[in-house]
């Protein structure tokens, strides 16, 4: 998988296209070797779960709630027991259940490094 981004922190991984709409995923890994977040979760999630491979997750964020972006979530919940972070858009179904709300400026951590939602 082709890495898209890496600085000091973390290198960023793109998976895709996956699934019938050919959506992509990244994984932000923290070089420290901690916990990894999860950068939206299409149909076709298998191939990020195989990508991760025993690497600890702990986060996956939703981009936004087209289905596109969340149909392969509750695959990726399953394989990672991770939080899910969405952003404060209506709730349109149950993908969101049990999600932490993240507003534009917010952070999520990865690792010693943190990604700001835009």
């Known amino acids: 998988m082709p890495q898209v981004y890496e600085d000091a922190l973390v290198t960023v991984e793109a998976l895709g296209p996956l699934g019938s709409l050919g959506n992509n995923a990244y994984i932000v890994r ?64 149950e993908f969101a259940r049990d999600a932490a709300v993240v507003r534009s400026g917010g952070r999520v951590a990865v690792g010693g490094a943190s990604v700001e939602v835009i």
């Open 30 to 93: 923290p070089r420290d070797g901690g916990p990894a977040l999860v950068i939206d979760a299409p149909e076709g999630s298998e191939a990020i779960v195989a990508a991760l491979g025993d690497r600890v997750v702990a986060g996956i964020l939703i981009t936004h709630q087209h289905r596109d972006h969340w149909a392969g979530l509750d695959l990726l919940r399953e394989a990672t027991d991770a939080d899910v972070h969405v952003g404060p858009e209506p709730r349109r179904g």
